[in-house]
């Protein structure tokens, strides 16, 4: 949780030095291009892996499955595509990672390890109906 104050700070300007840095080399309509078109492939995957992922969790539901793996693999899509809308190239490559359904499951097996440790530490509190 500490990591993301400095990382707040700190991604933007790599991503203004590393645009800047690409503009100097290639030229800045190049750049341009290039991050509209990352973003604009990048979200025309995105949509339809999120077609694919409503798909599976509607038929999930239809068999009476609790869809928690699923509903965890539309959050790391969707927030794929946040970062493919947001301007930069390191961002661009995090989203389009995301995008990727083998580096998709590892993030999602990440983030359960990691929620169960700040379950288990108390950090995170998950209520319950009784």
């Known amino acids: 949780m500490m ?3 400095p990382a707040l700070a700190l991604v933007p300007v790599a991503e203004l030095a590393l645009l800047i840095e690409i ?3 290639v030229g800045v309509w190049w750049t ?3 991050v509209l078109l990352t973003g604009a492939v990048g979200l025309t995957i995105a949509r ?3 077609f694919s992922i409503l798909r599976r969790l509607s038929s999930e539901l239809s068999q ?3 869809p928690g793996d699923t509903i965890l693999e539309g959050v790391l899509l969707l ?3 946040l970062l493919l809308i947001t301007p930069g190239v390191l961002t661009d490559l995090a989203g389009l990672l995301l995008l990727v359904p083998p580096v998709r499951a590892l993030a999602r097996e990440w983030f359960k390890v990691r929620l169960r440790r700040w379950m288990s530490s108390g950090s995170v509190w998950v209520f319950r109906r009784r």
């Open 3 to 5: 990591l993301i104050v």
């Open 23 to 25: 503009g100097r080399r």
């Open 32 to 34: 341009v291009t290039l």
């Open 48 to 50: 339809l892996q999120g």
């Open 64 to 66: 009476g499955l609790i």
């Open 79 to 81: 927030a794929g595509a």
